[in-house]
């Protein structure tokens, strides 16, 4: 994705009909976002030495250099200690 000025759409970052973009070397598909936020939700209502909390946060970890590269954390903080500790090395 180059970088624009002005008013960025949709479309402008991914055309209709496609499944994913690159964005600094880094395929990121749809829906990326959207699992990095469901998954963060689930994982504040799983018990900690779950076995479900051991497979969420490694999903989080996947996804975040993909979130890192579109930007999102560039603009967005997460509130919850676990998840910002877990962004700021990945893992």
Do not use: K, W, Y
Request: charged fraction near 20%; aromatic fraction near 4%; include cysteine.
């Amino acid at each position: 994705m180059p970088a624009q000025s002005g008013v960025v759409r949709p479309a402008d970052v991914l055309p209709l009909g496609a499944s994913s973009a690159i964005c600094d070397g880094q395929r990121i598909r749809t829906g990326t976002v959207a699992a990095f936020v469901r998954n963060a939700q689930a994982l504040r209502r799983c018990p900690a030495e779950s076995a479900e909390h051991a497979a969420i946060r490694a999903e989080l970890v996947r996804l975040a250099p993909a979130l890192r590269a579109i930007g999102v954390f560039d603009v967005f903080t997460p509130t919850d200690r676990e998840i910002a500790a877990m962004i700021a090395c990945d893992g």
